[in-house]
């Protein structure tokens, strides 16, 4: 993939086509109400946004089934909503309730729903790959055809953990699907500044896992390469390497003045925004009318405002659990 890359023709039914839009525009307007929250005092800690790359997670989301695993990094609310887990639960967890999907104790960066198969949420950068392989390689021995996604930024690639856990997936031919979001910064470091190699995808020769590159900003070609890329993983081909180019709009967490990059280049990709662009050729396919658009903005809207009552209305954790599961009981 080089230089600006053109769309993957639209070849979607109606209703999946209005699917992905309805979950890209959800994760847009539940970190725009976090964002309004945390500046209100009411959601407390870090914030990590994904606006901006929300076509990475909903794309990919769509090659999985309710039997996979996913793990995913402190910018997961995007997967956290792709993945199903209700904006509640997660609102809720962002306040710090008891009713959040962690109960309240884990916040922004530590979402995690066992019922739904997500495994966090882990604030470590790379800490989750590691994870991942375990999950696999559970999954291996007992002989479940589960694979395992496992989402991390392209600053974890400068981590030893991202280089044994491609070595052990593809030595024991693991069935985890490594999805890379490459949003081209690890906070203030550009890409350059801390990959001799900064073709990402090119890191999985040297491990003899399967890679592909794609374009993070348009959510059907991350679909079709993450259906591609799957495919793979189920057949017994081993892990696979994707890795999604993207860029985050905001900064990269409530604490970060944004020096490192110029305000031209936030706007340049503001002009791929991948909801825009998204919608626009949904108009163009005739795939939706300003009636679907309405819809799915109100309906976003809707959801985001219930689960800020829901995280509203929640308890808060008694006093009495305070040393709850800080020691394991004696067996
Ligand atoms: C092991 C470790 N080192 C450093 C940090 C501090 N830190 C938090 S986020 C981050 C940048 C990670 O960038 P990237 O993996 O590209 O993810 P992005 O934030 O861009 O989504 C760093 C260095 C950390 N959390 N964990
Ligand atoms: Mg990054």
């Not at 993939?1 to 109606?14: C, F, I, Q, V």
């Not at 725009?32 to 997670?57: Q, W």
């Not at 490594?178 to 801390?194: D, S, V």
């Not at 970060?256 to 825009?276: F, G, H, M, N, T």
Request: glycine share 12%; charged share 25%.
């Amino acid at each position: 993939m080089t230089g600006r890359p053109e769309p993957t023709p639209l070849a979607l039914d109606r209703g999946h086509a209005l699917e992905l839009l309805r979950q890209m525009g959800l994760i847009r307007r539940f970190e725009e109400k976090a964002a309004e929250l945390y500046s209100r005092g009411k959601i407390r800690g870090f914030l990590h946004l994904y606006i901006g790359e929300e076509a990475v997670a909903v794309g990919a989301m769509q090659a999985l089934t309710p039997e996979d695993n996913v793990v995913a990094t402190y910018r997961e609310h995007g997967q956290a909503l792709a993945r199903g887990i209700p904006a509640g639960s997660l609102m809720a967890e962002m306040y710090g309730k008891a009713n959040g999907c962690s109960r309240g104790r884990g916040g922004s960066m530590h979402f995690f729903d066992v019922s739904r198969r997500f495994y966090g949420g882990h604030a470590i950068v790379a800490g989750g790959l590691p994870i991942a392989v375990g999950l696999a390689l559970a999954d291996a021995l007992q002989g479940r055809p589960a694979i395992t996604a496992c989402f991390f930024g392209d600053g974890a690639v400068a981590e030893w953990e991202f280089h044994e856990s491609l070595n052990l997936a593809a030595l024991w031919r693991l069935p985890v699907l490594f999805l890379c979001e490459n949003n081209l910064y690890a906070m203030g470091t550009a890409l350059a500044g801390h990959q001799s190699q900064p073709d990402i995808r090119r890191k999985g020769e040297g491990y003899g896992v399967a890679a592909d590159a794609v374009d993070g900003m348009d959510v059907v070609a991350v679909e079709a390469a993450a259906r591609r890329a799957a495919a793979h993983v189920r057949d017994g081909g081993g892990p696979f390497l994707l890795e999604a180019r993207t860029y985050r709009f905001r900064a990269h967490s409530t604490a970060d003045p944004e020096l490192y990059r110029s305000r031209d280049e936030v706007e340049r990709w503001k002009q791929r925004d991948p909801i825009a662009l998204y919608t626009a050729r949904l108009r163009e396919g005739g795939l939706a009318g300003d009636a679907d658009l309405r819809a799915i903005e109100a309906s976003a809207e809707d959801e985001v405002a219930g689960a800020v009552r829901f995280a509203e209305a929640g308890p808060w954790e008694p006093v009495e659990d305070l040393a709850r599961d800080v020691y394991a009981e004696r067996a």
